[in-house]
């Protein structure tokens, strides 16, 4: 599912416009990055919670050639299903 289509699930499960429901979706990831940057945790009970975890610089390798490089420290987002989803996908 893309954006477009995430958009008219939400109009047709809640009633309001497709403008509305991008707004609405627009606003969610735009409170939930700015909350991520901020440090902060996401929880949504019974859907899951984001929160932001650090990864530390590690070496890899090139796949093509086989050369040693190195892999830069980076915040990474992650997302853990809460149960009410868990239990409605299995």
Known sequence: MNKA???DAIAAESGL???D???ALDAFVSATTGALKGGDKISLVGFGSFDVSRRNARNGRN???GAVI???AKNTVRFKAGSDLSSSVN
Do not use: R
């Open 21 to 23: 429901s991008k707004k």
């Open 63 to 65: 796949p093509k050639t």
């Open 5 to 7: 289509e995430l958009i």
């Open 17 to 19: 416009s497709k403008a």
């Open 70 to 72: 190195e892999i830069a």
